[in-house]
């Protein structure tokens, strides 16, 4: 039982590139988000699915997509990356809408 | 608008005394709140929890308090280990939108011996 799996741990991109951020869980939890942390803030939610086939946005979604294909699934797209997402980034999943949530161990991003 | 408010970016306790750890919260449509707890190059851990209907959780060294009217809660670490050594995050979920949480900026917490 691995939990939420996140990868990659690091990954540097240029300005312009793009990029998928994967997530997988294996506890059948509907519920799965996306959230990043700059220094000294909190978590900020990106994009968050209540089941399969179903996403939604969160607080901070410009710049970002995600599908939601299958329950264990939920990759995080970057177009055109930019400065300002230079962030760490962590993956999470909850049987219950937002109780308990099981966060990955998160990706370093920089976009140099 | 930050609707959680962790207002002590740290916080340094002695080994085996209590740690006591704040949060305010702006909403009043917040119905759920919990506790993360963080150590680096980690994702974060849930710790406790409590619903707007109670006053106090407890679950071993660790008990949650929460004060409705002053929109407050309160996280306290008995006796305090170096281990508890981490960031601590508060985080609420709005009735209205219960898919989702709102974090504070969290709480370093130094536990020295």
Same mark, same amino acid.
């Given at each position: =039982?691995?939990?939420v799996t ?45 089941g399969a ?11 970002? =997509? ?47 | ?5 962790? =207002? ?48 106090? =959780?407890?679950d071993g ?53």
């Amino acid at each position: =039982n691995a939990g939420v799996t996140q990868t990659p741990k690091f990954r540097i991109l240029k300005i312009g590139q793009s990029m998928t951020l994967q997530c997988a869980q294996d506890m059948n939890h509907n519920y799965m988000y996306w959230y990043r942390q700059d220094p000294g803030m909190g978590l900020k939610l990106i994009y968050y699915s209540v089941g399969a086939g179903i996403t939604d946005k969160g607080e901070v979604p410009n710049g970002y =997509n995600v599908s939601r294909s299958t329950t264990e699934d939920f990759p995080l797209r970057l177009e055109l990356a930019a400065p300002s997402q230079t962030s760490v980034y962590f993956c999470a999943s909850s049987f219950v809408g937002a109780e308990k949530l099981f966060f990955g161990s998160g990706t370093q991003l920089s976009v140099l | 608008d930050q609707q959680v408010k962790q =207002n002590s970016p740290s916080l340094s306790v002695q080994e085996g005394r209590i740690s006591i750890l704040n949060c305010d919260y702006t909403n009043s449509m917040f119905d759920y709140f919990l506790w993360y707890k963080k150590y680096p190059a980690e994702g974060p851990t849930f710790l406790i929890s409590i619903s707007s209907i109670k006053d106090k =959780n407890e679950d071993g060294r660790f008990t949650v308090f929460l004060n409705k009217s002053a929109k407050h809660l309160s996280l306290h670490i008995v006796p305090s280990q170096p281990g508890d050594s981490a960031v601590y995050f508060c985080a609420a979920r709005n009735t209205g939108t219960a898919s989702k949480l709102t974090f504070g900026t969290g709480t370093r917490l130094q536990v020295t011996l």
